[in-house]
């Protein structure tokens, strides 16, 4: 089977390196893909977001299977493109991923299906939801309700900063669309967790914990990801059974019952506090970097999630961890999540050994060199019996890699660490 990966990040890279050790898989490609993951799978060029480019190229190449990774490609409806085609496809159709798409499409989801969130309310007036913000007198959170590439949301700290978000995300239009959700603030341990479903059943992984901020002890601007380790010791086997029951099953059945049945990936990031999950947002696709310690963790082959998922039949797929713990350290260009230069030579990385797996973010290959090519620049990956111990060997590696303004938080998994 020729297997083509969509995407350019180190979610990509961890699902290509992945997908190539399945027996099943004759060759993957990947479209764009990265310096690294040129080196296991075929890059093609193109635009995730070009629909009839990425067609035109799984024809051209004889593509049996296509595993879309990024969020904007599937809301614009790149899975529905391809099946139309007769392309097999892994992730949601369009309605699906309007459960990321759309905040205010996933609340009042929730809302219907009687899962535990935040109390909200939609806007689509800017004057009527700075009245609102400035009446409250409570920290509030504001989110634009589309796609805003993790710059969307503003956990404002009071009406000033809260209105300021309106302005920005409605009066400017910072993100396309000027309807904005506000909610109520959640408290307690921020936590990911997926699911995989066919539309009728679904299958568990394993629950994450991302570091959203860029500073060690969480401080700093929010960015995209700095690290995840998994399993983060809040999600207890009770609490797990919570979430399941609360949260994934109302949700999936009640995408069943409107007649949109949910395929794909189901990214849920929870609050958790006092051992109850809140949902503060759904994402239709894996996380990025909790999807590099998934893979990391998986046993054995991860080929017949993705296509049970895709062919509408889980059934006899069960979820196999080769490795208790796993921990992604991001090494990312400096000034991020701000102001940042590329094309920043990459050193050190012939000399990563087994004890680690540098995937690739943000990178482009110049001749023999590797360089710099976005904010997040690579998630060095590794697992252990412990998270200390994994957490060992992933910082062991990325002292080991070198370029011109790398940082990257010493932190992660510090909720689980002895140390």
């Not at 899975?79 to 609340?107: C, H, I, M, T, Y």
């Not at 603030?185 to 570091?211: C, W």
Request: overall charge negative; hydrophobic content about 40%.
């Amino acid at each position: 089977m020729k297997v083509l990966v969509v995407g350019s990040g180190a979610r990509e890279h961890a699902l290509a390196w992945k997908l190539r050790r399945s027996p099943e898989v004759k060759q993957v490609f990947c479209l764009p893909g990265n310096a690294g993951t040129r080196a296991i799978a075929t890059n093609l060029a193109g635009s995730v977001n070009d629909l009839d480019a990425v067609l035109k190229a799984v024809k051209a190449n004889g593509i049996d299977f296509v595993v879309v990774g990024p969020e904007e490609p599937l809301v614009n409806g790149l899975v529905d493109w391809l099946r139309e085609a007769g392309v097999l496809a892994f992730g949601p159709d369009r309605q699906g991923a309007q459960l990321e798409g759309s905040k205010s499409f996933s609340k009042e989801l929730m809302a219907e299906a009687g899962v535990p969130t935040a109390a909200f309310k939609v806007f689509e007036d800017a004057d009527q939801a700075e009245a609102y913000v400035r009446s409250a007198g409570r920290p509030l959170v504001v989110k634009a309700d589309g796609l805003a590439a993790g710059k969307g949301v503003v956990v404002a700290r009071d009406a000033d900063e809260a209105a300021a978000a309106i302005d920005h995300i409605m009066r400017k239009k910072a993100f396309g669309s000027p309807k904005v959700v506000i909610e109520e603030t959640l408290r307690g341990q921020e936590v990911s967790y997926h699911v995989v479903s066919d539309g009728e059943r679904y299958v568990a992984l394993a629950p994450a914990q991302d570091h959203k901020r860029v500073g060690d002890g969480d401080k700093g601007p929010n960015t995209g990801g700095m690290g995840a380790y998994s399993p983060p010791p809040v999600v207890t086997a009770e609490v797990e059974q919570k979430i399941l029951q609360r949260v994934i099953e109302p949700t999936l059945a009640t995408m069943k019952k409107r007649g949109t049945p949910f395929r794909g990936t189901l990214f849920v990031g929870l609050m958790i506090e006092d051992g109850e999950p809140s949902v503060r947002e759904f994402n239709t696709r894996f996380g990025d970097p909790e999807c590099e310690v998934l893979m990391a963790r998986w046993d054995g082959d991860v080929l017949p999630l993705l296509l049970g998922s895709a062919r509408g039949d889980l059934s006899g797929v069960e979820t196999k961890w080769a490795a208790p713990c796993a921990l992604s350290v991001v090494i990312a260009s400096g000034g991020y999540p701000g102001a940042y230069e590329t094309g920043k030579h990459i050193q050190g990385l012939e000399n990563v050994g087994a004890e680690a797996v540098v995937f690739h973010a943000g990178t482009r290959a110049d001749h023999q060199n590797v360089l710099t090519a976005g904010g997040r620049v690579l998630a060095v990956t590794a697992t252990g019996q412990t998270i200390d111990e994994a957490a060992a060997r992933a910082y062991a590696v990325a002292h080991q890699v070198h370029f011109d303004g790398a940082q990257y938080r010493r932190d992660i998994g510090h909720h689980a660490r002895s140390r």
